[in-house]
Nanobody, 123 residues
Framework: VQLQASGGGLVQAGGSLRLSCAAS????????MGWFRQAPGKEREYVAA????????IYADSVKGRFTISRDNAKNTVYLQMNSLKPEDTAVYYC?????????????????WGQGTQVTVSS
């Protein structure tokens, strides 16, 4: 699976962004999709994941209630709607695909990774 993330940018605190991740190469609906992020000097952390059918989602506590993950299997795309952004959300955001049945927060369970898109939230 090839993954191409887009939609990052610079936004003020309290603002919103929507990230997209377009997949190609294999059957998109066979994969759990996840979003991860990595801030400068920090380890990569899990943000959100969505089950293959889109019927089940999970979120990191730090983004719960502010971020929404969704997918459109007809368009081979997963989205991350980010609202009420905070400066601590600043990071490179990565989408990833896991050949799995259940949404998982564990990075090592993801088989494919996109190139990342920068999100910067100014205070």
């Amino acid at each position: 699976v090839q993954l191409q993330a887009s939609g990052g940018g610079l936004v003020q605190a309290g603002g919103s962004l929507r990230l997209s991740c377009a997949a190609s190469g294999r059957t998109f609906s066979n994969y759990v999709m996840g979003w991860f992020r990595q801030a400068p000097g920090k380890e990569r952390e899990y943000v959100a994941a969505i089950r293959r059918s889109g019927g089940s989602t999970i979120y990191a506590d730090s983004v719960k209630g502010r971020f929404t993950i969704s997918r459109d299997n007809a368009k081979n795309t997963v989205y991350l709607q980010m609202n009420s952004l905070k400066p601590e959300d600043t990071a490179v955001y990565y989408c990833a695909a896991a050949y799995s049945s259940n949404a998982t927060p564990l990075g090592y369970e993801y088989n494919y990774w996109g190139q990342g898109t920068q999100v910067t939230v100014s205070s």
